[in-house]
């Protein structure tokens, strides 16, 4: 009797549910990474978005970091939740030999921590970055752009020459692109022919068959607004205006997919060089 072996003892039933508790708790942590980084993921096309709108996206439309630094922080949620799993597996089956006092480092509790520490000094920097980049860029044509009316989506930009000035310098843009011109009408040429009186209004329609095409076939009646067309044309103060659809209203009108947008875009730069 004295040479039997004592049972060990067995773990309470609280030692369990505790486990249990923290078991979840780090699932609903990894949850939380997972669903956190599929925001930043997308906070990059949300920018992008933004500055769209704003008429000025494309300068600065690099959403790659935002992308990264979402893509790790899933992968890390994800591995919160297998390593949690583990520890819990490893927890209950010390607890079923007795093991009621484990020494257990808050190793991991720690280095997400100073994960998170880091991934959010690294967000800030982006963020800083990103408003500095666009302030700079609205600094240099706050002068240029007046309006953007989200209703019509036209975006109206200044020019400091005249109308046939401005018409030559967009063409010399287009040329150095290579990019098509299809067509110059001059709406105030015309109306003159019928002994009518219009201030100088031209209207040019250009553009490039590799990236229009594929704006057609993902939408067809996208026909109507392509090829790309900007309006030269002076107002009654005499002032001289580019004016062009919103690419963001574009995408919007047709549904054209954010892979699709770069091929309507590409009218800002043109404009914005040809003001310069």
């Not at 607004?225 to 103060?237: A, N, R, T, Y």
């Amino acid at each position: 009797m004295d040479g039997q072996a004592t049972p060990a003892p067995k773990a309470d039933i609280r030692d369990y549910l505790a486990a249990e508790r923290t078991l979840l708790a780090w699932i609903r942590t990894g949850l939380a990474l997972m669903g956190f980084g599929f925001v930043v993921a997308r906070f990059g096309l949300f920018l992008q978005r933004l500055q769209l709108i704003e008429g000025y996206s494309s300068a600065h439309q690099s959403n790659g970091f935002s992308l990264w630094f979402g893509t790790a922080l899933i992968v890390v949620g994800v591995g919160v939740n297998i390593l949690s799993g583990v520890q819990h597996a490893r927890l209950v089956r010390a607890l079923d030999r007795g093991q009621t006092s484990l020494s257990r480092p808050s190793t991991q509790a720690v280095a997400i921590a100073f994960y998170l520490a880091l991934v959010g000094l690294a967000m800030a920097i982006y963020l800083v970055s990103v408003r500095g980049s666009a302030q700079s860029n609205s600094g240099t044509t706050k002068d240029i752009s007046m309006t953007s009316d989200p209703l019509n989506g036209i975006i109206d930009v200044a020019s400091t020459r005249s109308v046939d000035a401005t018409v030559d310098k967009f063409k010399s843009v287009l040329e150095a692109k290579q990019v098509t011109l299809f067509a110059v009408i001059d709406h105030s040429g015309e109306a003159e022919k019928v002994g009518m009186t219009m201030r100088p209004t031209k209207l040019l329609i250009f553009g490039n068959p590799k990236a229009g095409t594929p704006l057609m076939l993902a939408a067809p009646r996208a026909a109507i607004d392509l090829p790309l067309k900007v309006l030269v044309w002076e107002d009654g103060q005499g002032k001289v205006w580019l004016s062009y659809n919103n690419p963001a209203y574009l995408q919007s009108r047709h549904g054209f997919s954010q892979e699709l947008v770069p091929n309507i875009a590409v009218v800002e730069k043109l404009v914005a060089q040809a003001v310069q």
